[in-house]
Nanobody, 115 residues
Framework: QVQLVESGGGLVQAGGSLRLSCAAS????????MGWYRQAPGKERELVAR???????NYADSVKGRFTISRDNAKNILYLQMNSLKPEDTAVYYC?????????WGQGTQVTVSS
C-alpha cells in the first residue's frame, strides 16, 4: 500500500514562489510515472508535470519555464518548485504515482495566488 502526503501549499502573491512536497510511504520502487496534477474550481483535473520511468519530464504548456519537478529517490519525496506564480495557478495540487496496475493519489494541497 502506498500513501502520498502533500505539503507546501499556501497563499502567495502573484510573482511569488512555492515548493510543494509529496512524501511517499510504502513501496514505490520503479514507478511508471510520478507527477503533479491540479484542479481549479469548476474545472477538470489536469496534468501539471510528471517524471516518467527513465527520467523524462513532461510539463503542461502553461507552466513550462516556471515550474520544475524533481525527485529525491533516497527520501521518496517528489517536489514541485513553482516560480513566477500567476492567479490562474490557483488550484488544489495533487501528487500522483502510477505503478502498473495501481494509481495512487495524495489528498491534495491548496495553492492560492492573489493578484
Amino acid at each position: 500500500q502506498v500513501q502520498l502526503v502533500e505539503s507546501g501549499g499556501g497563499l502567495v502573491q502573484a510573482g511569488g514562489s512555492l515548493r510543494l512536497s509529496c512524501a511517499a510511504s510504502g513501496s514505490i520502487f520503479n514507478p511508471n510515472a510520478m507527477g503533479w496534477y491540479r484542479q481549479a474550481p469548476g474545472k477538470e483535473r489536469e496534468l501539471v508535470a510528471r517524471i516518467i520511468s527513465g527520467g523524462t519530464t513532461n510539463y503542461a504548456d502553461s507552466v513550462k519555464g516556471r515550474f520544475t519537478i524533481s525527485r529525491d529517490n533516497a527520501k521518496n519525496i517528489l517536489y514541485l518548485q513553482m516560480n513566477s506564480l500567476k492567479p490562474e495557478d490557483t488550484a488544489v495540487y495533487y501528487c500522483n504515482v502510477n505503478r502498473y496496475p495501481y494509481v495512487y493519489w495524495g489528498q491534495g494541497t491548496q495553492v492560492t495566488v492573489s493578484s
